[in-house]
């Protein structure tokens, strides 16, 4: 059974701001990096610009992005039917892209990202 509701939101921004602090350390940063990045997204209800750190995964102009108990988190839902752009900081560089999100049979949530635009 998983975690169902959603986070505190106090308990979210501490965790965000020490994993961004993570990946910007000089010591840290370089490894961290390698396996978080940060997205930017523009929220679909509320038009307001989202930043949050999350776990990837990049196959040439192909990132994916398992969502970790994704019923408590809302950030995903603003990709699926058609997706929507967003941003990625990968290698220190924003990469532009389309986030798809899907859900499968079991619940599981993974983000999509074709690199470049439209998928």
């Known amino acids: 059974m998983g ?3 959603p986070l505190p939101k106090n308990a979210v921004d501490r965790v965000n701001t020490c994993v961004g602090a993570l ?3 000089a010591r840290w940063g370089p490894l961290v990096r390698r396996h978080l990045t940060q997205i930017t997204y523009t929220g679909r209800r509320s038009g307001r610009t989202f930043s949050t750190p999350v776990g990837y995964q990049r196959a040439g102009d192909v ?7 994704p019923d408590a988190k ?6 699926t039917g058609d997706g929507a752009p967003l941003t990625l900081d990968l290698g220190g ?3 532009t892209g389309h986030a798809v999100a899907r859900r499968d049979a ?3 949530v993974t983000v999509t990202v074709h690199l470049g635009g439209e998928a």
């Open 74 to 79: 809302s950030w995903w839902r603003n990709f």
């Open 3 to 5: 975690y169902r509701g």
């Open 106 to 108: 079991k619940g599981r």
């Open 93 to 95: 560089t924003g990469h």
């Open 63 to 69: 990132v994916t992005i398992g969502v970790r108990m």
């Open 23 to 25: 990946r910007t350390s």
